[in-house]
C-alpha cells in the first residue's frame, strides 16, 4: 500500500511538474514577444533615400578614411558656392552611411552646429542633404553619438514640422523618432520644446499623406514607450488650467525681457532654444479661450514690439523661428476680441516692420498676410491706416509670386481693402496694380482666376477693359 501510494504521488507530482513547466514555458514565450514588441516601438529606422540603391552598386558606401571625411566636412564648413556645398553635404551624408564616420565626424569641433546651420539656411537642397546627415548620425549604433549631442537640432526639426513637404517633413519626423528612446532627459527636452502639439499639427496638415501619417505614428510610439508617460506625456490637464496658474504671463514675461535684449543687438549663440519653446507656448495658450478672459495677463504692449523684434533679428539665420513670432502674432490679432491688439500694432510703429517681411519666403510672408487680413479685417480705419503704411504697393509685388498660397493671401487681403473704401481701390491703380490682377486671370489655378476676376468686376469695373470671360 506504501508503495502504491508513493508509485501514485510520484505520478501526481510528474504532472504538476509538466503543467508548471509549460507555464513558465508559455510566460517565457510572451515574455520573448513582448521583448520583440517593444524592440520595435524603440528601435531605430533609417529612411532610404531615392538613390541609395545607386550608392550600392556604384561602391560609394564603403568605409571612407579618417582623413577623406574630415575634408568633406572642411568643405562643407567653408564653402561659400551653394552649388557646391550642396553637392558637399550629399557626399557626407553618403560617407555617414559609414557608422565609423559618426565617430570622426562628431569630433570635429561645431559640426552639428554646421550641420544646424546649413539645415536652416536659404538653399532647399542643402537644407534637405544637412537633415540626411542628422538622420544619419540619429540612427547612429554608438554611444557616443547620442542624442544630446543632436539637440541643437531639436527646434528646428520640431518646427519643420507644419511645413509643407511631406518628404522633408517625414525626414524630420524619424529623426525626431530616432532621439527618443536614447534617454529620459532628451524626451523631457522634446516635451518641453512642444513635440506633442507639433505632432498634432502635423499629422492634420498631412492627413491625407499615409508616409507622412506611418512617420508620425513612428516618432510619438517611440515619445510614449517610456514608462512615464501618463503622468509626464499625458498629464490630462487642459489649457485653461495653465492659464489660471499663470503660466502665459510668466511665458510672455520672458518673452518680452527677451525682446528688449533682442531689439538692442544682443544676441548670444544658442538664445533661440529659449524663445523658441517661449513661443509656441504662448500661440498654444492663446487658443485656450477669449482674449477678454487672458487679458490680465497680456496686458503689456511690448510684447508686440518682441514679436516683431524676433523676426528682425533671426530672419537670415532662423527663418523658421521668424514664422513662429508672427504666428503668435496671427493667434493675437484673429480673435473676435482682438481689437486693442490690432490698434496697438498701429500705435507701436510696428506694421511697417511687418510689411518689410513680405518678400521673405519660408512661409514668413503667408503668416504676414494673415496677419494683415485680420487687421484689415477690424473695418475701414484699420485698411485706411495699413494703406498709409503702405501695405498697396508691397501687395503689388506679392500678387507677381510664383507662390500660389502667397497670391491667394495676397487677394484676399486685396479684396477685404478694397471692400472698405473705393479710394483704396483707386490707389491700387495708381500703383500700377491693375496689370497685376489682370495678369492674374489667366493664372492656371482656378481659385486664383475667380478671386482676380471678382475684385476686377466688382470693385474696378471702370478700369476693366479686358474680356475677364477668356481662360487658359
Known sequence: ???????????????????????????HEKELRRARKDSQLVSKRLLLNDDDDDEEEDGTMDTLASDQVVELFKMVRHGRDLVKKEADLRALRKALRSPSAHLILIKQPNSIAILVTNLCGPNPQCRLEAARCLHELSHSPHSEVDSLRLRQATPYLITFL????????????????????DSENVRDMLLAQGIIPALNNCIQIHRTNLAVVE?????????????????????????????????????TSLLVTLGGVVAKGSIEEGMELLIWPLLRCVGNLLLSGPLGALQPQLNDSRLLAALCAFPQAFLQTHPALARESVWVLNNL??????????????????VPALIQLLPFSHGINIMVLRVLGNIAHQGREYCLHLAQAG????????????????????LEVLGQLMASDPQLAEEFVRQSGLPVLEAIQYSNQETIR????????HHLPAHCTVDTSASP
Open 215 to 251: 512617420a508620425v505614428g513612428f516618432t510619438l510610439s517611440q515619445l510614449i514607450s517610456a514608462n512615464y508617460v501618463t503622468g509626464r506625456i499625458i498629464p490630462n490637464v487642459d489649457n485653461g488650467a495653465l492659464v489660471a496658474q499663470g503660466t502665459l504671463l510668466r511665458c
Open 391 to 410: 501695405l498697396l504697393p508691397a501687395l503689388c509685388a506679392t500678387l507677381k509670386m510664383a507662390d500660389p498660397e502667397v497670391v491667394t493671401f495676397s
Open 450 to 457: 475667380l478671386r482676380a476676376t471678382h475684385l476686377l468686376e
Open 1 to 27: 500500500m506504501w508503495r502504491l501510494n508513493a508509485v501514485r504521488h510520484k505520478a501526481g507530482r510528474q504532472g504538476s511538474d509538466l503543467e508548471e513547466f509549460k507555464f513558465k514555458r508559455r510566460a
Open 162 to 181: 507644419s511645413g509643407q513637404s511631406p518628404k522633408f517633413t517625414e525626414l524630420c519626423l524619424y529623426t525626431l523618432g530616432n532621439m527618443c528612446p
Open 333 to 350: 490679432t484673429a480673435a473676435a476680441d482682438s481689437s486693442m491688439f490690432c490698434s496697438a500694432l498701429f500705435y507701436l510703429n510696428l
